[in-house]
């Protein structure tokens, strides 16, 4: 007796049941990657007003017009310091997030390719005489997703390493040109 259909409903059912815990997954870290974000965000709104009062209060403390321009150019720097220091962080939580996906997504295809050659194996068992042919290019096919999945995952993990090296050098210009105009700033003010 052949038993296609029965070795077919339990590769749908297991390749669904892996299905839902790759969703299930990816669900789990896009949460842990919004409550960084939240987190973050809501510190740094902390910080922002915090720092604000304290500057306020600083420039109406001022006791002329060359104090308070003083005081508002020492401010240049460490702002673009904490506004670099926030898009490093949410670098970094994009950059986690997306990896946690493409380690379930590794992971989970990892199991369904395994399932599908298993599933594949088991049937060609039974195959009658003369589908050989049909074996092998079913084989082949097989073959080529996954080196196709491969090439895939290797272009998209350059891509990644690329997109944040230009990141960090661009925070680190910027955080040149940010020193550079903070001290400009501080000796125009001290002029």
Do not use: H
Not at 124 to 142: D, Q, R
Not at 163 to 179: K, M
Request: net charge negative; aromatic share 8%.
């Amino acid at each position: 007796m052949f038993a296609f259909p029965e070795q077919f409903s339990n590769a749908t059912k297991s390749n669904l049941e892996s299905q839902f815990a790759m969703l299930s997954a990816l669900t789990s870290k896009t949460f842990e990657g919004m409550e960084k974000l939240v987190d973050l965000n809501i510190s740094t709104a902390k910080a922002a007003i915090e720092n604000s009062s304290a500057t306020a209060r600083q420039l109406l403390g001022a006791k002329d017009a060359q104090e308070f321009f003083a005081l508002s150019a020492s401010q240049a720097q460490p702002n673009a310091e904490k506004a670099l220091s926030y898009g490093r962080q949410l670098a970094t939580i994009a950059s986690d997030t997306g990896a946690e996906f493409s380690r379930a997504a590794e992971s989970q295809f990892a199991e369904v390719n395994r399932k599908v050659i298993s599933l594949v194996d088991e049937v060609t068992k039974n195959a009658p005489a003369g589908s050989e042919t049909y074996v092998s290019a079913i084989k082949t096919v097989i073959s080529n997703a996954n080196a196709g999945y491969e090439q895939f995952s290797k272009t998209t993990k350059q891509a990644v390493e690329a997109i944040e090296s230009n990141l960090n050098a661009a925070v680190s210009q910027f955080t040149q040109a940010s020193r550079q105009a903070g001290a400009a700033a501080n000796s125009a003010a001290a002029a």
